[in-house]
């Protein structure tokens, strides 16, 4: 199985600030990456898929990037309704595997 | 817009075989792009794949999971199955299914999600 690693597992941050969380690979995954937002007693949301490719009705300050084994996820100024739990995972093969969150706090 | 909504007992005996239902509106499970997936997650934990089936009936299961799972589709009530037998407290999640879109070079993401069912193994 390909391990996820998500760094930090959780990070307090204010409105407006500019916020990156990383995922790394057990094995290379080419751009085969997803990163999802999950809110408390909901399901995850689909952000973006292919590494970088902002799923469809996503707002703009988030972005993705990376390609091999590292890819971040960046949301460029944070706003109220981004505080949340938010899962990497690799589609490159199966079974298909998830990071193990990080949890976004406000300060 | 496509919704997916999972159904099924919320309490499951030990030893006991778990069953859910994904019922699909708004769209056919019949298309060539999709797979339908089921997806776990514990209280207070991350997610787990379980396992995936295509209209036409060929599975993909998680190997940690393989010896308990079935998923089966029916695609005239536009439904998919999951049975998973020998349930112990390790069970005990929130049970997601969810569309996975098969895009071009075989890139392929989780997208809708139902809304969860939370089955807790206990007796």
């Known amino acids: 199985d390909i391990q996820m690693t998500q760094s930090p597992s959780s990070l307090s941050a204010s409105v407006g600030d500019r916020v990156t969380i990383t995922c790394r690979t057990s094995q290379s995954i080419s751009n085969y990456l997803n990163w999802y937002q999950q809110k408390p007693g909901k399901a995850p949301k689909l952000l973006i898929f292919g590494a970088s490719s902002l799923q469809s009705g996503v707002p703009s300050r988030f972005s993705g990037s990376g390609s091999g084994t590292d890819f971040t996820l960046t949301i460029s100024s944070l706003q109220p309704e981004d505080f949340a739990t938010y899962y990497c995972?690799?589609?490159?093969?199966?079974?298909?595997?998830f990071g193990q969150g990080t949890k976004l706090e406000i300060k | 817009q496509l919704q997916l909504q999972e159904s099924g007992p919320g309490l499951v005996k030990p030893s006991e075989t778990l069953s859910l239902t994904c019922t699909v509106s708004g769209g056919s499970i019949s298309s060539s792009s999709y797979y339908w997936d089921w997806i776990r997650q514990p209280p207070g934990k991350g997610l787990e794949w379980i396992g995936s089936?295509?209209?036409?009936?060929?599975?993909y299961y998680n190997p940690s999971l393989k010896s308990r799972v079935t998923i089966s589709v029916d695609t005239s009530k536009n439904q998919f199955s999951l049975k998973q037998s020998s349930v112990t407290a390790a069970d005990t999640a929130v049970y997601y299914c969810a569309r996975r879109f098969i895009a071009a070079a075989g890139f392929n993401w989780f997208d809708p999600w139902g809304q969860g069912t939370l089955v807790t193994v206990s007796s």
């Open positions: 089936i295509y209209y036409r009936g060929s599975t």
């Open positions: 995972q690799q589609s490159f093969s199966t079974p298909y595997t």
